[in-house]
């Protein structure tokens, strides 16, 4: 059986989920990968694929959200990640989502606004 889980900061993106959630197989939560996953319910080595797509960017320090979304995999399970890379959609992506509360989380110089 696949088991999947959707997460997500937004309550609104999980609402909007739900209807979806009809099979068994899909199960909602919210998690913020910022924190520690076990703490917030999450069992750790669960899952043998994790994917962020767009999300880990807008953390804090990427390091240790990275290290935080590894927890949920097993041995040898697979962290997909999808970001934006290219200068062009880099300044349209930022353009775009930069308005975010959460965009400018980062510490790490690249992620932070410039002066």
């Given at each position: 059986?696949?088991?999947?889980?959707?997460s997500s900061l937004?309550?609104?993106?999980?609402?909007?989920?739900?209807?979806?959630?009809?099979?068994?197989?899909?199960?909602?939560?919210i998690l913020?990968v910022?924190?520690?996953?076990?703490?917030?319910?999450?069992q750790?080595?669960d899952y043998?694929?994790?994917v962020a797509?767009?999300v880990?960017?807008?953390t804090?320090?990427?390091?240790?959200?990275v290290q935080?979304a590894?927890?949920?995999?097993k041995?040898?399970?697979y962290?997909?990640?999808m970001?934006i890379?290219g200068?062009?959609l880099a300044?349209i992506?930022?353009?775009?989502?930069g308005a975010?509360p959460g965009w400018w989380?980062g510490?790490?110089?690249?992620?932070?606004?410039a002066d």
């Amino acid at each position: 059986m696949i088991k999947m889980t959707l997460s997500s900061l937004l309550e609104t993106v999980y609402k909007a989920m739900e209807p979806a959630g009809s099979a068994e197989q899909m199960i909602f939560n919210i998690l913020n990968v910022e924190n520690d996953v076990a703490a917030q319910g999450f069992q750790e080595g669960d899952y043998d694929v994790v994917v962020a797509a767009n999300v880990l960017r807008a953390t804090r320090s990427l390091a240790e959200t990275v290290q935080h979304a590894r927890t949920l995999l097993k041995t040898g399970g697979y962290l997909v990640l999808m970001e934006i890379t290219g200068d062009s959609l880099a300044a349209i992506y930022r353009y775009t989502m930069g308005a975010l509360p959460g965009w400018w989380l980062g510490v790490e110089s690249w992620t932070t606004a410039a002066d």
